[in-house]
């Protein structure tokens, strides 16, 4: 109940497609989804996060797409650039509970080809 | 803001010693992680601490493994005797209370350990 899925393991994407990575979760109790973005040599780093009280979020070039009922939510970056390619991690966790501690999936290594 | 410190970088031990892994969170922020990432099992949260005090250990693998915090702006992860199986990067990571905002983790740069 704790885990969050995540897929694909490794995206190929050619500069300028979009890269859709996706999460599904089981605890109806998470209330917070975060993106993290992880370079080479690097800690993980926050990209973008939602709340299921909205379906959608939007910054920049990246967007999550949230489906409560579903309990699924997705990675989208459009126009991607060879400076995405990096590791990506969804997340999941209770605001109110635990400090917020995050559990994270597997990772997806993107790559994006000039 | 300097962010999460960690100490040291990079680690080589050999099998049986002890590895200590130092932490400075971030100044304000009340709780601290150990997280532990491999390509097997991916980012695993071992221990975190708010205000200093542990919170949920569940995650540290078996006694070998143990964290201290002995004020607000210093942790420790301490693995004695030290395994192979233990080659990992370990990311310490702080975050301040937020509350219904959501709490933002932010990340060290990791301490790269390797057992031989």
């Known amino acids: 109940q704790q885990q969050v899925k995540q897929s694909p393991q490794s995206l190929i994407v050619q500069k300028g497609g979009i890269s859709i990575i996706n999460c599904a979760y089981e605890?109806?109790?998470?209330?917070?989804f975060p993106w993290y973005q992880q370079f080479p040599g690097k800690g993980p780093a926050l990209l973008i996060a939602i709340r299921p009280d909205v379906s959608e979020k939007k910054e920049g070039r990246f967007t999550i797409s949230f489906n409560k009922s579903a309990k699924q939510f997705s990675l989208h970056i459009m126009d991607s650039q060879p400076g995405d390619s990096a590791t990506y991690f969804c997340?999941?966790?209770?605001?109110?509970?635990?400090?917020?501690?995050?559990?994270f999936g597997q990772g997806t290594e993107l790559s994006v080809k000039p | 803001d300097a962010g999460v410190i960690q100490s040291p970088r990079h680690e080589v031990t050999e099998m049986g010693q002890e590895v200590t892994l130092r932490c400075k969170p971030i100044s304000g922020h009340d709780y601290l992680f150990w997280y532990r990432q491999t390509m097997m099992r991916g980012l695993e949260l071992l221990i975190y601490f708010n205000n200093n005090v542990p919170i949920d250990d569940s995650g540290m693998p078996e006694d070998r493994f143990s964290a201290k915090m002995p004020n607000a702006s210093f942790s420790t992860l301490k693995i004695q005797p030290s395994e192979p199986r233990d080659s990992a990067v370990y990311f310490c990571?702080?975050?301040?209370?937020?509350?219904?905002?959501?709490?933002?983790?932010?990340f060290g740069e990791g301490s790269w350990l390797t057992v031989v």
């Open positions: 997340a999941a966790s209770m605001r109110r509970v635990q400090g917020g501690k995050l559990i």
């Open positions: 605890n109806t109790a998470f209330d917070y």
């Open positions: 990571a702080s975050s301040q209370d937020r509350g219904a905002a959501g709490n933002t983790i932010y």
